[in-house]
């Protein structure tokens, strides 16, 4: 039995029914980062020590049969960007390079409450900030699939690790794509959950308004299985979502719990044969639309009309202006959440300054990378005196109407289909010179976070080139 193989649903069984043991799989995935890792480099921090004995209390606890968490013994990574009590948390940038925070956050803490076993930190682009994880200050995370391509981003570290068979899930963070492109490019599972689904607390914001943290896993019952555990209402999250037993379809009436695999379940007793899916308008023939994904999709929709899906055309209207609005918003956000990393408090501080404005001005000069500073400075013009209406508010009311377009769509349909990127994962160095190319990678992704819906991208073809394509899901 190839362990690293295994989804997280059947491990779940079969550490349940001591077939295997916790362990074992967490060996399993520390040696293949062993092997793989120096290759791919989907890690920033490999807690050794603290998986092993995490492992091993989850097997004391299966020997004794108690009542397993719904996690226990499960290996799973984490996105460098959430905080983890005790375990370093970079945000893949040499401004937080040593910093050790002093607590976890709550998704953290809902994981180890459920059992699960920490493999440690996944790469990223700094802060966040990018889609392909070449931003990051440490290293470059290559695709497993072809180590010569890129695995997506920003959350590219965490997707190429669950491919790679490195853990069995992982959390990632989706500001305007960051969980569902790399999956689509690693072809696996990743799912951006509705805004305010996820408690953020513990999260070193980008753009506290879009961000949601989300898992990557091999299946969609996979990410159900996490979606139970880290889902729910946080009162240390302002943002957080108050769950209304009576209207949210996720909470199961019997419990009145969130229930994720419940619905995968209903889903595969009844089918889907009555569902109308939408196809916006503005995404047939778009311009910079790779013909292999173009034609992925279609095959994707045929295989959804052949399971009873209903198909109809809908319009998002705005979707012209969603890459603009979107880096206009994100950009203000970043500007101002990241004025904290001051070399004052924690974090890199210059050495050999002056006065305090020096300090200020060497210290995030040296911390930040290049694509930090480039979206401070957007962002901070947007936010200036004399330019804030018209960038910032104009962008907001940009906003609004993408969320009034989806609105309008689903009284037309159940759900909306898209690729997730206009193209298989590219070479790495291919676009990292030319922002605005990168940028448009997000073309179908980042309505979804300034709208505030859910998004899923499912593994859908192949290539040519034998490269993973995806289908979002909305």
């Known amino acids: 039995m190839d362990l690293h193989e295994l989804t997280l649903d059947r491990a779940k069984d079969l550490l349940s029914s001591g077939q295997i043991s916790s362990t074992e799989l967490t060996r399993c995935m520390l040696d293949r980062i062993g092997v793989h890792d120096q290759k791919v480099g989907a890690f920033i921090t490999v807690d050794t020590d603290g998986a092993l004995e995490a492992a091993a209390a989850a097997d004391r606890r299966l020997a004794g049969n108690e009542d397993a968490p719904p996690l226990l013994g499960?290996?799973?990574?984490?996105?460098?960007?959430?905080?983890?009590?005790?375990?370093?948390?970079?945000?893949?940038?040499?401004?937080?390079?040593?910093?050790?925070?002093?607590?976890?956050a709550t998704a953290v803490a809902l994981l180890k409450q459920a059992g699960a076993v920490i493999m440690g930190k996944t790469n990223m682009d700094e802060f966040g900030m990018g889609s392909s994880t070449e931003n990051s200050a440490f290293h470059v995370t290559r695709n497993p699939w072809d180590l010569e391509c890129v695995p997506g981003g920003s959350s590219g570290g965490s997707a190429a690790a669950v491919a790679g068979g490195m853990c069995m899930a992982s959390l990632g963070t989706d500001t305007g794509g960051s969980i569902r492109q790399p999956a689509s490019h690693c072809g696996v599972v990743g799912f951006k959950p509705s805004y305010g689904r996820v408690s953020r607390f513990g999260l070193v914001a980008y753009a506290s308004s879009l961000d949601q943290i989300g898992p990557i896993t091999r299946t969609v019952k996979d990410a159900a299985l996490v979606m139970n555990v880290i889902a729910g209402h946080d009162p240390k999250d302002s943002t957080s979502a108050v769950m209304d037993p009576s209207m949210d379809t996720a909470v199961n009436p019997s419990t009145g719990r969130l229930d994720f695999t419940r619905a995968c379940s209903e889903f595969n007793d009844r089918g889907l044969a009555g569902m109308t899916a939408g196809i916006p308008r503005e995404y047939i023939g778009m311009r910079g639309l790779d013909p292999?994904?173009?034609?992925?999709?279609?095959?994707?929709?045929?295989?959804?009309?052949?399971l009873g899906v209903k198909f109809r055309e809908v319009s998002l209207a705005q979707t012209d202006f969603a890459v603009a609005a979107y880096?206009?918003?994100?950009?203000s956000e970043a500007s101002a959440n990241l004025a904290r990393f001051d070399g004052v408090r924690y974090g890199f501080r210059a050495e050999g300054c002056e006065d305090l404005l020096e300090m200020y001005r060497k210290s995030r000069s040296s911390g930040f990378g290049l694509e930090v500073k480039r979206r401070i400075i957007m962002g901070s013009y947007a936010l200036s005196a004399g330019y804030y209406d018209e960038y910032y508010g104009r962008a907001s009311?940009?906003?609004?109407?993408?969320?009034?377009?989806?609105?309008?769509?689903?009284?037309?349909?159940?759900?909306?289909?898209?690729?997730?990127?206009?193209?298989?994962?590219?070479?790495?160095?291919?676009?990292?010179?030319?922002?605005?190319?990168?940028?448009?990678?997000?073309?179908?992704?980042?309505?979804?976070?300034?709208?505030?819906?859910?998004?899923?991208?499912?593994?859908?073809a192949l290539s040519s080139k034998g490269l993973p394509m995806g289908l979002q899901i909305l």
């Not at 959430?82 to 925070?101: D, K, Q, Y």
């Not at 880096?327 to 950009?331: D, E």
């Open 397 to 460: 009311r940009v906003r609004s109407l993408i969320m009034a377009d989806f609105a309008r769509a689903f009284e037309l349909c159940d759900i909306v289909v898209s690729p997730v990127a206009p193209t298989p994962a590219f070479k790495i160095g291919e676009k990292v010179a030319d922002p605005v190319t990168m940028y448009l990678e997000d073309t179908f992704t980042l309505s979804a976070n300034m709208a505030g819906i859910p998004g899923l991208s499912v593994p859908s």
């Open 292 to 306: 292999e994904v173009e034609q992925a999709f279609k095959g994707a929709c045929k295989v959804l009309e052949g």
């Open 74 to 104: 499960i290996p799973v990574s984490l996105k460098d960007l959430v905080c983890t009590r005790g375990l370093r948390t970079t945000c893949a940038s040499r401004i937080l390079e040593n910093f050790v925070p002093a607590y976890d």
């Open 327 to 331: 880096y206009v918003l994100a950009s």
